[in-house]
């Protein structure tokens, strides 16, 4: 833990600090690099070199030193001049800070511990701000994390408080299972109690869908437009239509509700493949919409933590997170006036638990169990 560590520090140790702080600068620069390609289906390594979000043009490498390429250029792109986002810098800044944070939990004891909980801090940095902008966390960071925690777990049997490989293995295992099962169970029950939600207008709305592309579609309401991928989390997932009217196959259905799946639709006395069907349209007067209680994403997200942190730390990050999302949630109700809240992903909630594990979680453990002792 940090309080462990001995001060004044040496010369020694502020190489090393400067070092790791350095380091996760040029980590965060990278994670720059995810969080805005990956979402995208872009690679991360094609094209090499970072590029202007809004002209595209590659970026001079001595214009992509961390924080101070950006500071350099005051927040600007040398080719077209278009503001950069001063969210960049403090990826990088933030990385470097939680670097030296875990360095320092790491030195007193066992100074290589820093090295996976780095590569758990990259990962949790990265999900936390793709979550936000694009309310997914991607498999590669959630499945590929559960591996990387697995692995590093058979390399560093410390990470979990052991000395032998098989049964640090089995621990991170357990960590993941409990992780993946933990949230799985809330999903499900969130699905039963709020897995569907109903909405009335005002009056009669117009509705059309269309196909958006060869893989998806889009579905617009009385002018707001839906991604048809998007209102369905599973295949058993419905959403019904009240309708005045419906249009499909150049026939027409009065006073009906359509029953929408998403690779059909069903009516009364007639089904129709999404495959073969150009568009339909009509007017509604209500309707009930599928969601989910959380994503699965949070739910694999948790298990790459377990891996990394064991059981405890799962426990731990779903209390915190809880704990931090639900004062977070709280504090934007007033700020709404009573319009509809922030859609907060859950992701990020489970990071921060995460990094006070990392960091202080023990400690926090032990002072909580103290207390309930009396």
Same mark, same amino acid.
């Given at each position: 833990? +940090? ?5 004044? %520090?040496? @010369? ?12 996760? %600068? ?10 805005? *390609? ?29 924080? %101070? ?18 969210? #960049? ?9 939680? /670097? ?13 511990? @820093? ?5 758990? =801090? ?10 936000? &902008? ?42 993941? =299972?409990?992780?993946? %099962? ?24 117009? /509705? ?8 998806? @579609?889009?579905? =617009? ?15 058993? &997932? *419905? ?8 249009? +499909?196959?150049? *026939?027409?259905?009065? &006073?009906?509700?359509?029953?929408? #799946? ?14 073969? =069907? ?45 704990? +931090? ?50």
């Amino acid at each position: 833990m +940090i309080s462990a560590f001995s001060f004044p %520090l040496t @010369a020694l140790d502020w190489l090393l600090a400067g070092g790791a702080f350095f380091l996760g %600068l040029c980590v965060g620069s990278f994670l720059n690099v995810v969080i805005y *390609r990956v979402p995208l289906g872009l690679s991360v390594n094609e094209p090499k070199r970072s590029f202007c979000p809004h002209c595209k043009t590659p970026i001079k490498a001595w214009h992509n030193l961390p924080v %101070l390429g950006w500071l350099w250029l005051r927040g600007k792109c040398a080719s077209c001049g278009a503001g950069i986002s001063i969210r #960049y810098p403090l990826v990088e800044v933030l990385t470097g800070i939680l /670097f030296l944070a875990v360095w320092l939990a790491c030195w007193p004891a066992d100074p290589w511990l @820093a090295l996976p909980l780095s590569v758990l =801090v990259s990962i949790l940095i990265a999900a936390t701000f793709i979550d936000l &902008d694009h309310l997914i966390i991607p498999d590669g960071l959630t499945w590929g994390g559960v591996v990387a925690g697995v692995g590093f777990s058979m390399l560093f049997p410390a990470l979990h408080g052991l000395q032998h490989w098989w049964d640090s293995m089995l621990w991170s295992a357990i960590g993941a =299972v409990s992780g993946y %099962l933990l949230l799985w169970g809330v999903v499900e029950m969130g699905k039963l109690a709020f897995g569907r939600k109903k909405i009335a207008f005002a009056n009669p709305a117009k /509705f059309s869908w269309r196909h958006a592309g060869e893989e998806d @579609a889009e579905l =617009v309401i009385d002018g707001e437009v839906e991604k048809w991928s998007e209102l369905f989390s599973r295949e058993s &997932d *419905r959403l019904e239509l009240t309708c005045d009217h419906v249009e +499909i196959a150049d *026939r027409r259905f009065e &006073d009906v509700t359509l029953t929408c #799946y998403y690779n059909r639709l069903d009516l009364p006395g007639a089904s129709y493949p999404l495959s073969v =069907v150009e568009a339909f349209s009509g007017v509604v007067r209500s309707a009930v919409v599928p969601r989910e209680a959380m994503g699965f994403g949070d739910v694999k997200f948790l298990a790459a933590i377990g891996a990394f942190l064991g059981w405890k730390a799962v426990l731990f990050a779903v209390a915190s997170g809880s704990l +931090i999302g639900s004062v977070l949630g709280l504090a934007t109700v007033p700020l709404t006036r009573g319009a509809q809240g922030l859609r907060l992903p859950f992701g990020p909630f489970l990071a921060a638990g995460a990094l006070i594990w990392i960091l202080a979680g023990r400690l926090l453990l032990d002072w909580y169990l103290g207390l309930m002792r009396g």
